[in-house]
């Protein structure tokens, strides 16, 4: 990813409107799902982590990133356990 590209989304991540519509979204369709109590939750390509503080209140959260900029900022973020890596490996 272009890297000016990437420092605008991450900054945007936290309070532009389509990034928090997002997660409303992916909140409502995780409580009509309702994981159990303890489940374990992937974002697999978590980006610099925008989601992993609301995928963290539905269970142990885990993550994995390619780009290691991003990945550097998703860790920084303090939620889950977050590694190297890329689907489909």
């Known amino acids: 990813m272009d890297r000016d590209a990437f420092e605008l989304m991450a900054a ?23 994981p159990p109590a303890g489940a374990t939750v992937l974002d697999a390509g978590c980006g610099s982590g925008g989601n992993l ?3 963290g209140r539905f ?19 303090g939620h889950g356990t977050i590694a190297f890596g890329a689907l489909p490996d």
């Open 53 to 55: 503080a609301l995928l």
């Open 12 to 34: 945007a991540e936290k309070s532009h409107w389509w990034f928090r519509g997002r997660r409303d979204f992916i909140e409502a369709a995780l409580r009509r799902v309702a």
């Open 59 to 77: 269970g142990t959260l885990f993550g994995f990133e390619y780009d290691a900029e991003a990945r550097a900022v998703a860790v920084a973020s």
